[in-house]
């Protein structure tokens, strides 16, 4: 249960200066064993980075409760306005499930798994995302700022600029955007890129993202490109007829890597209770030698498989035993109603029974694998206990974990073994870059990781701190929304109260699916 007060009904006819619109709100609608319903706040990133500007602000923030077939009225919520878009539960499956899930994840994720395209889910995927749309345009004000989150709303952008052309709006894509041969496959590509067009400023995590998306509209569209802008023409009937159909607006698509509340992590790292839980976690793992880590939402895109398979190899090939080396694997529930995931779990159990059956002994196992999400202090006691972070994704549009782990180290010790597939790659160059696909490589990767002197550590631990903890996500944000005030000089925002951002301290997802960001 909550412990916030009681949220209090404002009525639809507020206007408000900035408005956020994301699959998922920042509080979720819950009903208790007991039947009895509370919001639950579910600060992310996203939030922690959102919130002050939005208090500062005067916010609004629209998207779903996270439960099919209710409807609520908008209401106060900790000094941000809430705003819930309903969904039916035919249109979870088809717009979130369907649409989502199924067709852009894989697709965006370079087809990792093979995307699923119907015309049903597309229909969905319209009708919500014009229901979410029009839900922002009742809510801002003449004038205002909008930004839109993630892929699950990529044509809000579009439908806001029709019935509100003097917002300002932004978007930012939290996954990669793939090349121009993957995404020609969409059926709807030509719809999916002119709904994000209608944005001022396209947030991508990485430059090769911005690169893909402008290579897109270039080729699909027709579009003149200049990087960073894009220039969209706009119908102009008050032009003479010669100079019809010769004015643009100018787009501006660029990178804007997201990243996490460094200094609230760091803060839970140096508490002397999650320090003490961090030296009770190796000692019930049998003080192995050296703990691995790996933590992820269970999903295809993140690798999971790659690095058991490297480490079951290091341990059938004698180079590693279970005395020296335990990979512990928080895989948190995710997307449990797709098929591809339920499947995924499936192999994923099956090869940690299979390693632990043949090399775990009584007093040591080799793999202590976890289906549970964890209250973030849990998580923050694993990272200070882990010799050697896992990040293996396969495709991912930055990896916060990466960034968490580097942010708990206040030590300057521990190893980031980092994809360099995952977005993070492109700031955090003192990891050890893998490529996850090249077993061999991996292997041999952890076993330098396992190796390298304190010194070495040190050194490289240092640089990934300073990169961090001098680029977290309130820096993020207002990089992003001074890139929108600059589109419209005139549509300053309040700067927020700094050192306001420090979020409360979450508790595990139950589901952690997209809940990182609270974007999704
Ligand atoms: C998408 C993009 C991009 C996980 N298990 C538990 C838990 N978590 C937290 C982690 C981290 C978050 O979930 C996962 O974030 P990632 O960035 O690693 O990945 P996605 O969920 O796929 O997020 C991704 C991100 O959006 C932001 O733009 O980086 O590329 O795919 O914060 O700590 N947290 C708790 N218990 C768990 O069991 N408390």
Do not use: C
């Not at 600060?43 to 500007?53: M, Y």
């Not at 990792?112 to 229901?131: C, F, G, K």
């Not at 009937?237 to 990243?259: N, T, Y």
């Not at 049998?286 to 690798?303: A, E, F, S």
């Amino acid at each position: 249960m909550n412990d916030r007060p009681a949220p209090t009904d404002t009525t639809t006819a507020e206007k408000y200066a900035f408005v956020v619109v994301s699959n998922r709100l920042p509080v979720d609608y819950k009903v208790g064993s007991d039947g009895d319903p509370s919001w639950e706040h579910s600060p992310g990133g996203l939030v922690t980075a959102l919130e002050p500007v939005m208090r500062a602000n005067d916010g609004a923030w629209v998207g779903w409760a996270g439960q099919a077939d209710l409807e609520f009225a908008p209401f106060e919520n900790d000094g941000i306005t809430v705003v819930p878009v309903p969904l039916s539960d035919e249109e979870v499956e088809r717009y979130y499930e369907g649409f989502s899930n199924d067709t852009l994840w894989p697709l965006y994720h370079d087809v990792i798994a093979t995307p699923s395209y119907h015309r049903l889910w597309w229909e969905a995927y319209v009708r919500v995302n014009q229901r979410f749309a029009d839900r922002a345009a009742e809510v801002a004000e003449q004038g205002g700022v909008v930004w839109v989150q993630d892929y699950q709303m990529q044509l809000v952008p579009k439908m806001l600029r029709d019935a509100r052309p003097d917002l300002t709006i932004g978007f930012f894509n939290h996954i990669p955007f793939p090349s121009l041969n993957i995404f020609s496959q969409l059926p709807w590509r030509e719809q999916i890129l002119e709904g994000l067009l209608g944005a001022d400023v396209i947030g991508f995590q990485r430059a090769d993202d911005a690169s893909n998306f402008s290579r897109s509209v270039r080729h699909l569209l027709g579009h003149a490109t200049s990087r960073p802008y894009i220039e969209v023409p706009v119908d102009d009937e008050d032009a003479p007829v010669s100079r019809r159909g010769k004015k643009v607006r100018r787009v501006l698509a660029k990178q804007f890597p997201i990243s996490i509340d460094a200094a609230a992590y760091e803060e839970l790292a140096k508490r002397p209770d999650i320090q003490a839980r961090a030296k009770e976690i190796r000692e019930g793992l049998g003080n192995p030698k050296t703990v691995m880590l790996g933590v992820d939402r269970l999903d295809y895109t993140k690798g999971i498989r790659h690095r058991m398979k490297a480490f079951g190899e290091l341990l059938a090939d004698g180079r590693l035993s279970v005395e020296d080396a335990t990979l512990v694997q928080v895989a948190s529930p995710s997307r449990e109603r797709v098929e591809t995931y339920k499947t995924l779990r499936d192999e994923i159990e099956l090869t940690v029974g299979r390693i632990n059956g043949d090399y775990a002994t009584m007093s040591h196992t080799a793999i202590s694998y976890h289906h549970h999400g964890y209250p973030r202090e849990e998580m923050v006691a694993l990272y200070l206990a882990a010799d050697i972070m896992l990040v293996t994704a396969l495709r991912d549009g930055m990896n916060l974990v990466a960034k968490e782990y580097v942010a708990v180290r206040f030590d300057n010790d521990g190893i980031l073994i980092l994809s360099e597939f995952a977005g993070a790659a492109d700031e955090l160059r003192s990891s050890l870059l893998v490529n996850p696909h090249d077993i061999g490589g991996l292997k041999n990767t952890i076993m330098r990781a396992i190796e390298m002197p304190r010194r070495d550590r040190s050194t490289r631990m240092r640089a990934l701190r300073r990169r961090v903890l001098d680029n977290d996500v309130a820096k993020w944000s207002a990089d992003f929304l001074a890139a929108l005030e600059n589109v419209r000089p005139g549509h300053q925002l309040a700067a927020p109260v700094r050192g306001a951002t420090i979020a409360p301290v979450s508790h595990g997802p139950a589901d952690s699916d997209d809940r990182s960001q609270g974007a999704a």
